[in-house]
């Protein structure tokens, strides 16, 4: 399978980022093969593309994120899931990361992309569910066990590789600076595939594309094929 490459929270440099404008200039680069993009809950339980716990940073707004509503939230060009993923369509691949446990981003997520296998299993369509907290994979598992899951990291350690397994992922994303041969062939050794991020140099990207990564977060210059 291909290399996947994946605009980290969407294209910042048409807009903000995790913004459905940055999504929909990320989906319109010929070498972009999917978006990575990050969810938390907002005050009326709404899934909301935000990375960062407040607005203060992109936004310039003095508000924590579960304190507005998704309303209120889209006041400030920050979407609700399920907008981003009826303006994308099912065409890119999905890195969703969640910041929290949120449920109904997986209610919203079953609702635009799960399909159900020729047996009978509910799979997810062209996407996959990440995150950096161990308990939210937990916490996410029993509810869609066929779902694939990717433990974000900054390392691929012995240890984040046996907690990785350990949660039944099937692939860890770690700092790209992680990311050598040697680091690979052990991911692969314990049955895991491995992803990267954040990329800005091509040829980084080029080199991990030999290595054999599933997947790749890019942005700036490495976002163009």
């Given at each position: 399978?291909?290399?996947?490459?994946?605009?980290?929270?969407?294209?910042?440099?048409?807009?903000?980022?995790?913004?459905?404008?940055?999504?929909?200039?990320?989906?319109?680069?010929?070498?972009?093969?999917?978006?990575?993009f990050d969810i938390r809950s907002s005050a009326d339980g709404a899934p909301v593309l935000l990375h960062d716990a407040t607005l203060a940073r992109v936004q310039r707004v003095?508000?924590?994120?579960?304190?507005?509503?998704?309303?209120?939230?889209?006041?400030?060009?920050?979407?609700?899931?399920?907008?981003?993923?009826?303006?994308v369509g099912c065409d890119p691949f999905l890195d969703v990361e969640l910041k929290e446990p949120v449920q109904r981003a997986i209610d919203v997520l079953e609702l635009e992309?799960?399909?159900?296998?020729?047996?009978?299993?509910?799979?997810?369509?062209?996407?996959?569910?990440?995150?950096?907290?161990?308990?939210?994979?937990?916490?996410?598992?029993?509810?869609?066990?066929?779902?694939?899951?990717?433990?974000?990291?900054?390392?691929?350690?012995?240890?984040?590789?046996?907690?990785?397994?350990?949660?039944?992922?099937?692939?860890?994303?770690?700092?790209?600076?992680?990311?050598?041969?040697?680091?690979?062939?052990?991911?692969?050794?314990?049955?895991?595939?491995?992803?990267?991020?954040?990329?800005?140099?091509?040829?980084?990207?080029?080199?991990?594309?030999?290595?054999?990564?599933?997947?790749?977060?890019?942005?700036?210059?490495?976002?163009?094929?």
């Open positions: 399978m291909p290399t996947l490459r994946l605009a980290h929270r969407g294209d910042w440099r048409e807009a903000p980022e995790n913004s459905l404008a940055a999504m929909q200039a990320a989906a319109a680069i010929p070498g972009c093969d999917g978006l990575e003095p508000a924590a994120c579960v304190t507005l509503t998704a309303a209120e939230l889209a006041t400030h060009a920050i979407p609700a899931l399920g907008e981003v993923l009826q303006a992309r799960g399909r159900i296998d020729d047996d009978g299993t509910p799979m997810l369509r062209n996407a996959v569910l990440s995150s950096f907290d161990p308990e939210i994979l937990r916490w996410l598992a029993p509810q869609r066990p066929t779902w694939p899951r990717w433990l974000n990291a900054y390392d691929l350690s012995s240890r984040t590789i046996e907690l990785a397994v350990e949660l039944g992922c099937v692939a860890v994303a770690a700092e790209w600076h992680a990311v050598d041969a040697d680091s690979v062939a052990r991911a692969a050794d314990a049955g895991l595939n491995v992803a990267s991020w954040t990329v800005r140099d091509p040829a980084v990207y080029a080199r991990f594309v030999e290595l054999g990564l599933i997947a790749v977060c890019v942005e700036a210059d490495a976002l163009v094929g």
